[in-house]
Each structure stands twice: as C-alpha cells, then as structure tokens.
C-alpha cells in the first residue's frame, strides 16, 4: 500500500530479472553488439592493402584506423557510463548505432588518411562504444540466475563475427572496391539501431498500477457495506495526496559513482585485469609472423588465427554453462583467476614451439583459454559491484584497460624489432598474465578471510554479487517509510468494525471484570480473545 511513483521522484521497487522471455530477445541483441565492437576493428584490416596505395602510406600508418577504434571503445568507457546514466541505455545505443553508421559512410568518400582516422576511427569507434557497454548492463538487468551463460553466449558474438566480417570484407573488396565495402559495412552497422531498440527496461509501470489497485480494493473490504465505503475511499486517496506534497525532491542520480572504488573487490578485479591486458591480446597478433618466421607457409600461419577463433565460439558458452552452476558461482573469481593462469602458462610453454604442429596445439590450448577469460571478464565484474553500480564500473574499468591496450602490443612490437626474438615476448606475456591471475586469486582470497573476520559495514557492497547503491538503498527506504505512513489510512477504517461491535466488547469488559480480568483505561477497546496489551486497538473518534 502507498507504493511511490517514478515520475514522482520516488524509486519503484527493483524488478526481479525474468532471466528469459524477453530477455533472450535482449541476449541476442548483446551477441550482435559485442561481435561488431570486438570484431570490426579487427575486419577492416582486410581493407589496409588498397589504403596504402591509394593514400601512399605505410602500413603502421593504416593500422591506427583499427588503434583508434580500440582506443574509442576502451577509452570513452566513463562517458559512456555518464550518458547512460542520464538517458537509459535504449536512447545512448540508438544514438551509438547511427554514429558507428555514419562513420563508415563517411569514410568511404574521404580523400587522405586523416580524414579516414576522424570517421572511421574516431566516429565508429564511438558510435561501437555506445553499444556495446549499454547492452553489457541491458544483459546484467535481465539475467541473473542464468547471468554467467547469457555473458558467455554473448561473449561468443566475437569469434563467430570474427570469422564471418573478415570473408565478407574481402568479397565486398574484390566486387566493389574499399569505398564500396566501408559504404556496405556503414549499412551492416545499422543493424546496432535494431539491437538498441529491443533493449526496453523492464516494465514497472504495471506493478504500480496493481498497487494502486489493490489499495482500492483492500479498503473496500474493511469497510462496511454502504455509502461510508466511498467517503473512506477518497480519504485514503486525499491522505496520499497529502503525503506526496510533502514529499522531499529526490536528489539527482550520480552521473559517475566514484563510491566503487571503496570496495576492495573492484580493486582487486581493476588491477589484475590491467595487469592481464598487458599481455593477453601480445601472442595473438604476433602469432602469424612467428609462425612465418619458423618456415611456416603464409596461408597455414593465417589458419592458426582460424583455429583460434573456432575453438573460441564453443569455450565461451561453455565456460559460462560451468560458471553457472551452484557450487561454482560463488567461487567464480577463482575460475576467473584459474583462466588467466590457463592462458599464461599456455603462452610459457609454446615460448619454444618450433614447428606447425606444436604451433597447432598452442592454439587450441589458447582458444579454450581465451574463451573462458572472455566469458567471465564481464560476469566478475557483475558478481563484485551489483547491477546497479555496474554502468561506472565498467566504464572506469574500459578506461584503464585503455592505457594497457596502447601499452601492451606497441611495447611488444618494439621488442620484437630490437631483439629479433618471439620466444622472449611471449615469455614476457605469459608472465604477465599469470601474476595478473596470482594477483587475482591471493588477493581475492585474503579480502574474504579477512571480511569473514570483521564484517564489512552495512553501507558497503559485498563481493557476492548484487549490491545496491547507496542512493538505491536510501530511496528502498525512504519508500518502505512512506508505504507504513500510507497503512494508517486503512488501519483508520478497522475502528469501523471496532465501534459496530462496541456493545459486544463493554459485555466482554463486564464479564473479565467479575472474573479478575485486567482492567481498561479510556479510550482502550479490548480485544476479543483476551486483554493482552499488544491486542489493544486505540479508538479514534469516527
């Protein structure tokens, strides 16, 4: 009773996630995003050859068109997270699907390389950025039961893009030229629009209006039969009225929550993950010229990248079955930790592989382990900060990944030039991500004991997993307050009932008097099945 209205400035009680329904339609969105923001920066590559003569540049010169796209979808994290905030996440992805559109078009018409930086990289980056981190929050809204399958299907839309965007531009380059394809792939990218509009927030409008109307009927009920039933109808309604205009205006919503950085976990998760990009995307992309270097023909070295992407598309949704279960959810940090060290002694140990077949089994061994950390990157972070502190937290998290993904394969590469040497890189990448995995599990692992030990204060998330904002919980409060101060209108009309039956409880009063009963004050009705003092009903003059 007396449930708080949105539009009111009050917070309408959180809605449970169907985990299904509609929300595979919103999963299927998520797959589609998440392949095109993962995989396009990658496909357009196909496209680098016929830049290069057409622009005379080099081919570092062209690989910043996939940088920049890398660096917008990283970097723009937190005002991704601001607008979101501000605007929900349908209207952000709309507006992100338009621009990674236009960007592409754009960039079919330009006439040097930095016009193709500002559209295709700057403006499609973007336009990427806007999708892919609202429809992240979209899937964490809901899943949550299923939440560690839907991330890991989702997760999936990478590889399977991967393997399909890359064929595509090299028919669309050899039919219609690179203007043609970039015109081609702009349309493909409105397709992000289709993904934007499916993402409608649950529905809390008609849990209001059964409220209001079960309000209604309840006070029918404890009204007597006739004309009072009306008058006390329109009291309880004049009485809310009243409450709501003495309602205080709700403070505005963070744009950015900073709090996250309290909790220890999203720490913890910050630094191994910035640690992890470090050396995790080092072996793929020099995967292929160290094959090559090792007397491997050109188009077995380019199958290598295919095994890892075949394997990748199962691992995912795999990983995210297993991390779905009961006992493992819980402990899902530590299968996280345990996927980074599965990644990291897979690159230690092929450090040295000088052949095609040992080169093959590298790759399977490092698709199943790339899967199962792409899978559950997201679903950590979802388990450390909650639902509702998730938007900052990836946002802020997408930013400082963007300083290790600009330092980590240019540093890399560089390394590669002076030393002339693939074994020490990829010694040098294996090793970060194993201390990124260590990092994560010890550090998990004492912050739990720890706060087994001194329970953490109420104001603070727990890294369990669904945690609230400090301003969602003050606002659950601040309306659980209203709806009791709304039951005293309803309570009002049980003294209806009390006073019909007044003559009925002054004979009770007599018949406990003679036998020793307790005695009443002024004003006390006693109750009927004795006179204890919590079954009193204090009678107000009707």
């Keep these: 009773m007396g449930r708080p209205d949105p539009e009111e400035g009050q917070l309408p009680a959180p809605v449970k996630p169907p985990d299904g329904g509609w929300g595979w339609i919103v999963l299927l969105g998520c797959f589609v995003i998440t392949g095109f923001s993962y995989a396009f920066p990658k496909a357009v590559s196909v496209y680098f050859k016929e830049l290069m003569k057409d622009f005379h540049v080099g081919y570092s010169d062209t690989a910043w068109i996939s940088s920049i796209m890398l660096a917008m979808l990283y970097g723009t994290g937190p005002v991704c997270s601001i607008m979101v905030n501000q605007f929900g996440c349908r209207p952000v992805m709309l507006i992100g699907g338009l621009l990674a559109s236009a960007g592409m078009i754009l960039a079919s018409f330009t006439t040097n390389i930095i016009e193709l930086y500002l559209t295709a990289g700057v403006l499609t980056g973007l336009g990427m950025a806007l999708n892919f981190q609202p429809s992240l929050i979209m899937l964490g809204t809901y899943f949550d039961k299923r939440r560690p399958l839907a991330n890991g299907l989702a997760a999936a839309g990478s590889p399977v893009f991967l393997s399909s965007l890359s064929p595509l531009g090299q028919v669309l380059l050899e039919k219609f030229g690179w203007r043609g394809g970039f015109l081609i792939m702009g349309g493909l990218l409105l397709n992000c629009c289709t993904c934007g509009a499916v993402m409608r927030p649950l529905d809390m409008g008609m849990k209001r209006k059964m409220g209001k109307a079960q309000d209604k009927y309840e006070a029918k009920e404890m009204l007597p039969i006739g004309g009072k039933s009306e008058e006390g109808i329109s009291t309880t309604d004049g009485t809310k009225k009243g409450k709501k205009a003495k309602k205080k205006p709700k403070k505005g919503k963070k744009l950015l929550d900073f709090s996250i950085f309290s909790n220890r976990g999203f720490i913890i998760y910050t630094i191994s993950k910035f640690i992890l990009v470090l050396g995790l995307f080092v072996p793929p992309i020099l995967l292929v010229n160290y094959a090559k270097d090792t007397g491997v023909p050109d188009t077995e070295a380019a199958f290598l990248l295919s095994i890892i992407g075949f394997i990748d598309i199962f691992a995912r949704p795999a990983c995210g079955m297993v991390a779905g279960l009961k006992w493992v959810r819980p402990h899902v940090a530590y299968l996280f930790s345990f996927s980074m060290l599965f990644n990291g002694l897979t690159d230690i140990c092929s450090a040295r592989a000088s052949n095609y077949t040992g080169l093959v089994i590298f790759c399977v061994f490092f698709g199943i382990s790339y899967g199962m950390v792409g899978a559950l990157q997201f679903e950590v972070l979802m388990a450390i900060v909650g639902s509702q502190k998730f938007s900052s937290a990836i946002g802020l998290v997408l930013l400082i990944e963007a300083f290790a993904v600009l330092i980590g394969p240019p540093s890399a590469g560089r390394l590669v030039d002076a030393l002339k040497n693939y074994e020490v890189i990829f010694y040098l990448a294996g090793s970060e991500v194993v201390l990124s995995a260590l990092f994560l599990g010890v550090a998990s692992y004492c912050c739990l004991n720890r706060g087994k030990k001194e329970p953490p204060p109420e104001n603070n998330p727990s890294a369990g997993g669904g945690s609230d904002t400090e301003e969602a919980e003050s606002d659950v409060q601040e309306a659980e307050e209203h709806s009791s101060n709304n039951h005293q209108p309803a309570?009002?009309?049980?003294?209806?009932?009390?006073?019909?039956?007044?003559?009925?409880?002054?004979?009770?009063?007599?018949?406990?008097?003679?036998?020793?009963?307790?005695?009443?004050?002024?004003?006390?009705?006693?109750?009927?099945?004795?006179?204890?003092?919590?079954?009193?009903?204090?009678?107000?003059s009707f």
């Design 491 to 540: 309570h009002s009309t049980d003294n209806a009932m009390v006073a019909a039956n007044e003559e009925a409880n002054h004979v009770a009063e007599e018949q406990s008097g003679e036998g020793g009963g307790c005695p009443t004050g002024d004003g006390e009705v006693l109750a009927r099945d004795g006179c204890n003092a919590d079954q009193m009903v204090e009678r107000d």
